[in-house]
């Protein structure tokens, strides 16, 4: 078994079933675990931002920095690996945020509303999520199985 | 509560920071400091020059020349910005493996603070306010606090945790009720100790209540370093079991001017460089 750690601005696929793909420390990130049970597929992105009209340049060598550029990526990608849409499992994590009443840090909360926005357009269903709140975050996609898992503060949840 | 005496206790006991980066940060704002005194501060200390010329010569900077010197390395960036990887290259060897309290690694700690230096600077840039100096050094050095308070942490976690997770406060000023002082506090009693500039001293004590810092302070740069570490554990860059419960200070938004998209440029544009600087020393007590 491997273990994929997807870093910040990354995504990571596999379509061996013993592998384990994990992020870690999603704060105001946010995570978009996508499963096929089908092909026996899972990807998985750690997204920092959500458009990338903020630095178009970085946009164009770091695509997964940004929910607008990212997450079509992710989606292909897995296409790529043979999997259909229709099969597809959609769990999201992250999108935290600090006691900030001002909403001058409102990233995590950005980051979601993009990505909700992109998936009604798309008509992609999210199965589970786990977001907001002021929580740090690790998750944890088994590619065989397609179980997800969250952790923070000290506890593990399923997704 | 902790007694001032058991704090000032622990502070002794803490490695100190190369008394080479207070003198240097002093020779940095002196115009007629040359070369050859940087190298007399520094070239004692083998290995604060290794550390110091490890960085130089790292990507993050783009030397076209290598510096095999510090007199070299002053000349390629200047005396400013060499004072700054001073303070880098002296901090990294005195972080332990675990940092008691906060449940946090070596490497996260090294991470977070490469991170809130780098992203001092940047905003600072990006918002176009009269550049304070020392904001690297002020916010690279900004938690050292942590590291002579975690075992009194770590002995009042689960009361200090307690108080984050049912009343709703946040993760300092629930140390700040706890043990009756905060990281922030002891933070500037440590870089005190370490004899740096005030400028520091009151980055680190202020961190996180900008707007009560006294007015002999360089409020714009506590802000910057108070902002950059708010966005810093937003980013997930070095969290730590206080996670992302704290509290914007509510000046600071009109203080400096900042908009939520002037952060997310300057998360966008960090990233790499914070990367690059972070991988170029490894704290004493972390691998990775």
């Known amino acids: 078994m491997s273990s994929l750690t997807v870093d910040i601005s990354d995504i990571k696929l596999s379509a061996e079933p013993d592998d384990l793909i994990v992020t870690y420390a999603l704060g105001s990130c946010i995570a978009v675990m996508v499963h096929d049970p089908v092909r026996v597929a899972g990807g998985m992105i750690h997204y920092m931002l959500p458009l990338s009209e903020t630095s178009p340049e970085k946009a164009k060598t770091k695509p997964a920095m940004f929910a607008d550029t990212g997450i079509p990526l992710l989606f292909q990608s897995m296409y790529k690996l043979g999997c259909r849409k229709q099969d597809l499992v959609v769990k999201v994590a992250g999108g935290g945020a600090l006691y900030d009443d001002k909403g001058l840090f409102s990233i995590g909360k950005r980051n979601y509303t993009i990505l909700r926005k992109m998936f009604w357009k798309s008509s992609v269903i999210i199965k589970a999520e786990d977001v907001g709140g002021a929580r740090s975050r690790t998750a944890r996609l088994y590619v065989g199985t397609g179980r997800c898992t969250i952790t923070s503060q000290g506890e593990e949840t399923e997704l | ?288």
């Open chain 2, 1 to 288: 509560m902790i007694t001032p005496e058991e704090i000032l206790a622990r502070v002794k006991q803490l490695p100190t920071l190369s008394a080479a980066v207070a003198r240097v940060a002093e020779l940095a704002r002196d115009e007629r400091s040359s070369a050859a005194d940087f190298e007399k501060v520094i070239r004692p200390d083998p290995a604060l020059t290794a550390n110091l010329l490890r960085i130089v010569n790292s990507a993050y900077f783009g030397l076209r020349t290598r510096a095999e010197s510090v007199r070299q390395a002053v000349t390629l960036l200047g005396v400013r910005r060499t004072s700054e990887v001073a303070a880098a290259a002296a901090l990294a060897p005195i972080i332990p493996g675990r940092l008691p309290g906060y449940q946090v690694e070596a490497h996260a700690l090294w991470l977070h603070s490469v991170a809130v230096a780098v992203l001092s600077e940047r905003l600072s840039g990006e918002l176009r306010v009269k550049r304070p100096d020392l904001t690297f050094t002020a916010g690279l050095l900004h938690d050292v606090g942590k590291l002579a308070i975690g075992a009194f942490v770590e002995g009042a976690s689960a009361e200090i945790l307690a108080r984050v997770r049912e009343d709703g406060l946040s993760f300092v000023s629930a140390e700040r009720e706890v043990l009756g002082v905060d990281h922030a506090e002891v933070g500037g009693m440590v870089s005190e100790a370490w004899r740096l500039p005030q400028a520091v001293v009151d980055a680190a004590r202020w961190h996180h209540r900008p707007g009560e810092a006294p007015t002999r302070a360089d409020r714009t740069l506590v802000d910057l370093v108070h902002v950059a570490d708010a966005l810093a554990h937003s980013l997930g860059m070095g969290t730590d079991i206080g996670e992302m419960a704290r509290t914007v200070d509510e000046g600071t938004e009109s203080r400096l001017g900042i908009r939520a998209r002037c952060l997310e440029r300057v998360a966008g544009e960090s990233l790499d460089e914070i990367r690059d600087l972070a991988r170029q020393l490894t704290p004493s007590g972390g691998n990775r």
